[in-house]
């Protein structure tokens, strides 16, 4: 690991400011991404700040919003009794992601910016990433690539996005706050981050010193049936291969309002309006849940180690759909 | 880069001047000379060196020492009172929960968390809330009837576990 400055942030406004006038520097909260990619030597920031110590942590509700701090943890979170009522998808992405020990140390802010599992992209060693160096190639459209993207990918880069508790929050259209030395601002989490395109390096609309502060999470309606599905090689504490988070809620006998997103297949987490609109006004059916799924599954980009994906992830999404309609009756 | 922390472990403050990369877990072992917290995979994969912070069970080969200021850290040293051996502790004893030993420490301390948290009601939850301490050795069919012994201990009165 490279040597660095180790700061600990007393105040929000200060810690913005230090890494921002500095183009070395990155913030250190929970660490799971961060210190793991230092000793790969994939990071090498001459500045950490840790900001664990702002008071940026903590859950509240405003109406039909969960405004919940940056620096709360994915156990904390999963722990709210208003997400076990009203977000029971989220829930169940964020229990069904690490462990408890890496749950108790990954905040939400970065659970978000977590990196990508990519080995290519872990391995310095690996001339070829365009994520870690522009226009340098990618191994992985030839190489091992089981754990990659289909949707949002290409030959530049087929890293996934590997966060569970991201694909529910793109399916609710949660709010991301971000401070910077300008001011606030707030982006949709659903704009916030860069299909790959030819500048994989590029992961979202963050300028650097920008700090996420808070996420607003719309609630479900309190007759919404969600669920997420996720699909892996071993029962627990495995990165997803597929995954659907589904919520809906039933106007008589159709279906009024869906919320569809995938996991494990996107190079960002993936939502789905495609097939929301193929749900809406629709009675549920198997057939209807198999169109959403062609709908939610266009173009995929696939290479020899993903192309099971394409079929798995419709499944996956068709299975979530009847999960969630049965649910209903 | 240097940097001065004081960290307290299982009640004892230690004032340290250690290079700003070492993680809670080298300092533990090397700076304190306590070597139960195990160094595994060194990249939180496999549980071995799960410690609590403030209570919560956490990997500390992730953990950087100077963010531990201010945090009371447990280590699986600071289990046993006075000698006598904590009831998890005893339970992977008498239930041969281990083999080769090496994931143990972390083993129990996840463990000892597991029945704090209230997560060990059946097996099935004391497999899913225990899945990120692995055992190379296969060892698992015995911490979990060790874990459920406990477990079953409390729920006769015995809170103390």
């Given at each position: ?263 494990g297949v996107g190079t960002i987490p993936w939502h789905a309006p495609e097939a929301e609109r193929a749900l809406r006004g629709l009675p549920p059916s ?24 394409v079929e798995l992830v419709k499944r996956t999404l068709v299975r979530a759909l009847r999960t969630a309609a049965g649910g209903a009756s | 880069m240097r ?159």
């Amino acid at each position: 690991m490279r040597e660095f400055e180790y700061v600990r942030a007393g105040e929000v406004g200060q810690a913005v400011a230090t890494v921002t006038a500095d183009p070395d520097a990155s913030y250190l909260a929970g660490g799971t991404t961060q210190i793991d990619l230092m000793k790969d030597g994939v990071l090498e920031p001459d500045r950490l700040v840790d900001i664990t110590r702002l008071p940026l942590a903590g859950v509240a509700r405003d109406g039909d919003v969960l405004r919940v701090g940056a620096l709360t943890t994915m156990e904390e979170l999963a722990a709210d009794p208003t997400v076990t009522v009203r977000l029971p998808f989220l829930r169940e992405a964020l229990l069904l992601g690490a462990s408890v020990q890496l749950r108790n140390m990954a905040t939400i802010g970065g659970n978000l910016l977590q990196r990508t599992r990519c080995r290519y992209f872990r391995d310095p060693t690996v001339p070829a990433c365009n994520k870690r160096h522009r226009g340098s190639g990618c191994a992985a459209v030839r190489g091992v690539a089981r754990m990659h993207a289909i949707l949002g990918a290409s030959e530049h880069c087929i890293a996934v996005h590997a966060s569970d508790m991201a694909v529910p929050l793109v399916a609710l259209h949660a709010v991301v706050h971000l401070r910077g030395t300008g001011g606030e601002r707030s982006v949709p989490l659903t704009e916030f981050y860069r299909v790959p395109g030819d500048t994989p390096d590029v992961e979202n609309v963050l300028t650097h010193g920008e700090l996420i502060t808070a996420v607003d999470i719309p609630l479900l309606p309190p007759d919404a049936h969600s669920t997420y599905l996720k699909i892996r090689d071993r029962v627990s504490y495995e990165f997803a291969l597929t995954s659907a988070a589904v919520a809906l809620r039933f106007d008589g006998g159709v279906i009024g309002e869906a919320h569809v997103a995938l996991g494990g297949v996107g190079t960002i987490p993936w939502h789905a309006p495609e097939a929301e609109r193929a749900l809406r006004g629709l009675p549920p059916s198997l057939e209807v849940f198999t169109a959403a799924a062609e709908a939610a599954v266009r173009d995929p980009f696939t290479v020899e180690g993903t192309a099971f994906k394409v079929e798995l992830v419709k499944r996956t999404l068709v299975r979530a759909l009847r999960t969630a309609a049965g649910g209903a009756s | 880069m240097r940097v001065a922390v004081t960290l307290t472990v299982n009640g004892v403050d230690h004032r340290l001047d250690l290079d700003s990369r070492v993680t809670l877990l080298d300092a533990l072992r090397d700076g304190l000379g306590l070597t139960g917290t195990k160094k595994g995979c060194d990249q939180g994969a496999c549980g071995a060196c799960t410690v609590m912070a403030d209570g919560k069970r956490v990997l500390s080969c992730l953990t950087l020492a100077a963010q531990c200021e201010g945090r009371a850290i447990t280590t699986v040293e600071g289990l046993a009172a006075d000698g006598v051996l904590h009831p998890v502790q005893e339970a992977f004893v008498r239930h041969d929960a281990f083999q080769c030993g090496y994931c143990t420490s972390g083993q129990i301390m996840s463990a000892v968390c597991l029945l704090a948290e209230g997560r060990a009601g059946s097996d099935a939850e004391i497999r899913e809330f225990m899945s990120g301490n692995l055992c190379r050795c296969g060892a698992y069919p015995n911490i979990v009837k060790a874990i459920r012994e406990v477990r079953d201990r409390m729920g006769a009165g015995d809170r103390d576990a």
